[in-house]
């Protein structure tokens, strides 16, 4: 079975700043991969970054970055320069990379709020 | 490319009643899956299908069940609604482990 926490029910920073948003995780998988998802009010759910777990350097897309250490099994989320529409909540994810790959197991997420 | 479509986007039922659900995958993606999600519960996962067969399935009463076409696009149905199948249903379609792309969501109410 898989777990994964956000311990953060919510954060606050100030636009323009770095903020980090904490998960960590439970599998006894050895291959699998880590996903970090924005739900904004409307709903939909926005694919931000993935990190596979043999993948050696962390994972960067734009402004986002997963800071993975595995041995503590934690992929925290830092996001820089917050922008207002930064504002969501976030959820981090995962699922096995074997034939099971459709199944995500989500944590319960952090409201972001990015005060200008 | 276009991403993952899902229809309708708002519905409302009431108790008894039973309810069908469209999801259309990226093209080319092959496995879709649905998940529920509420305040209470968050995100939980219904069922995937891989090429037209089921190929995981959450901890859901027999209520809820999909099916998916060998165009690959995916129907979930809930018979019977209950005031707390109320949610918002996500459908993602993955082309491997590495993507999960999800569409908007279908908004269910149950009165």
């Known amino acids: 079975a898989q777990k994964i926490t956000q311990t953060q029910p919510g954060m606050f920073v100030q636009e323009k700043e770095a903020v980090t948003l904490d998960c960590t995780y439970d599998t006894s998988d050895q291959s699998y991969g880590l996903f970090w998802y924005k739900q904004p009010s409307s709903g939909e759910m926005i694919f931000l970054i993935y990190q596979g777990s043999y993948d050696e350097q962390n994972a960067t897309e734009g402004r986002y970055s997963l800071n993975f250490q595995k041995a503590r099994k934690s992929a925290n989320l830092v996001i820089s320069a917050s922008q207002l529409g930064d504002s969501a909540m976030y959820f981090c994810a995962m699922a096995p990379r074997r034939t099971s790959y459709g199944k995500l197991t989500f944590g319960q997420g952090t409201i972001l709020t990015v005060h200008p | 490319k276009a991403g993952v479509t899902q229809t309708p986007r708002y519905l409302i039922k009431t108790r008894g009643q039973q309810v069908t659900l469209s999801c259309s995958p990226i093209s080319g993606h092959r496995s879709v899956s649905w998940y529920q999600q509420t305040p209470g519960q968050g995100l939980q996962f219904l069922f995937e299908y891989f090429s037209e067969t089921q190929r995981n399935k959450g901890n859901f009463p027999g209520r809820f069940s999909g099916r998916q076409f060998s165009n690959s696009r995916s129907e979930m149905n809930v018979s019977t609604l209950e005031l707390g199948d109320s949610a918002l249903y996500l459908c993602?379609?993955?082309?491997?482990?590495?993507?999960?792309?999800f569409g908007p969501g279908t908004r269910l109410t149950v009165l």
């Open positions: 993602a379609s993955s082309l491997d482990p590495d993507t999960q792309y």
